[in-house]
Every structure is written in structure tokens, then in C-alpha cells.
């Protein structure tokens, strides 16, 4: 299930990576970014493309790698352990916030629900 569980993350952030590189306009308006100057759009495209690759291979990588799934699983920890608290933190502040918004804060807040289970499981 690990396994699974790695290649999903991997699957995700490459996807999300390439939709919002492609799709700079529609996925940063999604979620919020009204206007962005020519540094804004460039740092759109560097965390939400570039960042999100980046995750995208490094959870293929650990995927690939049976004797690493544990370390993946670990990364994944550390990830969403970080990012879930921010986020409800953020929506909890500044809210209202849109739909996309809370969408991805409920698949953040599974996704790292899951791999507690996937960690204490597996011992």
C-alpha cells in the first residue's frame, strides 16, 4: 500500500505541476492570486511548476526504490504534516476562501491522514 500510496503522490504533484505551468492564468485565479506582475507569474510558475515536479520525482524516486518506501513515507510526514496546519490556519484567518481552496486543503489534510496510518501500520 505504500507503494501505492507514493506512486499517488508522485502522480499527483506531476500532474498538478504540468496544469499549473500550462495553466498559469486559470489555476492561479483559482486559488486566489487575482493579479500577478511579472514576478508574481514567476513565482507561481517556479513553486507551483518547478516545486511541484521536484515533489513529483522525488516520490517516484522513493517509489521505485522498495529499501526507500519508508523514507518516502517519511517525506510525506514531513510534507503534509507542514503544509495541513498552514493551510487550515490560512483558511481559518483569511477566509472566505474558494472552493479549490478548501478541495485542496481536504485532499492535504487525507493525504496526511494516510500516511500516519501507512507509518503506524507498518511497524
Same mark, same amino acid.
Given at each position: #500500500? +505504500?507503494? @501505492? $500510496?507514493? *506512486?499517488?503522490?508522485?502522480?499527483? $504533484?506531476?500532474?498538478?505541476?504540468? *496544469?499549473?505551468?500550462?495553466? *498559469?492564468?486559470? +489555476?492561479?485565479?483559482?486559488? /486566489?492570486?487575482?493579479?500577478?506582475?511579472?514576478?508574481?507569474?514567476?513565482? $507561481? !510558475?517556479?513553486?507551483?511548476?518547478?516545486?511541484?515536479?521536484?515533489?513529483?520525482?522525488? @516520490?517516484?524516486? @522513493?517509489?521505485?526504490?522498495?529499501?526507500?518506501?519508508? +523514507?518516502? !513515507?517519511?517525506?510525506?510526514?514531513?510534507? $503534509?504534516?507542514?503544509?495541513?496546519?498552514?493551510?487550515?490556519?490560512?483558511?481559518?484567518? @483569511?477566509?472566505?476562501? /474558494?472552493?479549490? +481552496?478548501?478541495?485542496? /486543503?481536504?485532499?492535504? !489534510?487525507? #493525504?496526511?491522514?494516510?500516511?500516519?496510518? !501507512? *507509518?503506524? /501500520?507498518?511497524?
Amino acid at each position: #500500500m +505504500t507503494v @501505492f $500510496y507514493l *506512486w499517488l503522490n508522485a502522480v499527483a $504533484y506531476l500532474v498538478l505541476a504540468a *496544469w499549473c505551468a500550462l495553466r *498559469w492564468r486559470s +489555476t492561479s485565479a483559482a486559488i /486566489g492570486y487575482v493579479q500577478l506582475d511579472g514576478g508574481g507569474r514567476s513565482e $507561481y !510558475l517556479s513553486i507551483y511548476g518547478g516545486l511541484q515536479l521536484a515533489l513529483a520525482i522525488v @516520490f517516484a524516486l @522513493f517509489a521505485l526504490r522498495p529499501e526507500q518506501h519508508r +523514507t518516502g !513515507l517519511l517525506v510525506a510526514l514531513v510534507l $503534509y504534516a507542514s503544509v495541513v496546519p498552514f493551510r487550515w490556519i490560512g483558511i481559518a484567518a @483569511f477566509g472566505p476562501v /474558494g472552493r479549490p +481552496t478548501l478541495v485542496l /486543503g481536504a485532499v492535504e !489534510l487525507a #493525504m496526511l491522514v494516510w500516511a500516519l496510518a !501507512l *507509518w503506524f /501500520g507498518d511497524r
